[in-house]
């Protein structure tokens, strides 16, 4: 798997206004696991060598790569320049990392495109049966903003709550995920904890977590 690989685009659609799915050829001889990432870049003149993290969201025996990418318009960077991207185009890749693994069961906490590592997994659990006392807790501005929340429904059930940080909407909160609304749901803090968003979200989360007598051991970010 060493070396860059150049990967045709097969199919691309948006998600969200600003969230768009990329379905790419798979190189032989890949492999990853749920939550891992790789580098991405945009084969064009200029942007070759401008390497982004990008998480994995298929699953490893699956045909083709997929990639659920959020699309930052406002800014002349990567992912302007993916949003502009069609089937047909071509991406560069590289490497595979992540410290976002499953460990096992426990309490997954998400801030808006921080559900990608997320996805990966769920979806293994998903396939495998194994979706037994896992939980997420998946906190976004608006509900539009929500990826793939019909799918997170079916894996998931009633052990999936949406937070809305900027609107109320029937029958979900309209609150942060801040210490109060952790004692609220969680209760019981001698669990497993994932915990993936922007990075004032992950500072702020474990922060409770551990306030909350959450061990450090048992936090994965």
Known sequence: ??????LK???????????KRF????????????GQATHLAVNLPGWEDQWRPFTFTSLNDWEYIEFI??????????????GKLNAGATIL????????????????LAGGAGITPFIAIFRALFFSGNMRNVGLIYSNHYHEDVILHQELSQMLGNAYANVFTKEGVVGFAEKRIDRKFLIETIRDFDSRFYVCGPTDFVTDITGYLTELGAKTSSIIV
């Open 69 to 82: 990418i959020k699309i930052y318009d406002a800014h002349d960077g990567v992912t302007k320049q993916l």
């Open 93 to 108: 890749m590289k490497d595979v990392f992540g410290t976002i693994t499953y460990r096992g069961p426990g309490i997954f």
């Open 1 to 6: 798997m060493s070396g860059i690989n150049v």
């Open 23 to 34: 379905v790419v050829e798979k190189p032989k001889d890949w492999s990853y696991t749920p």
């Open 9 to 19: 685009i097969l199919n691309t659609e948006y998600l969200t206004h600003n969230v």
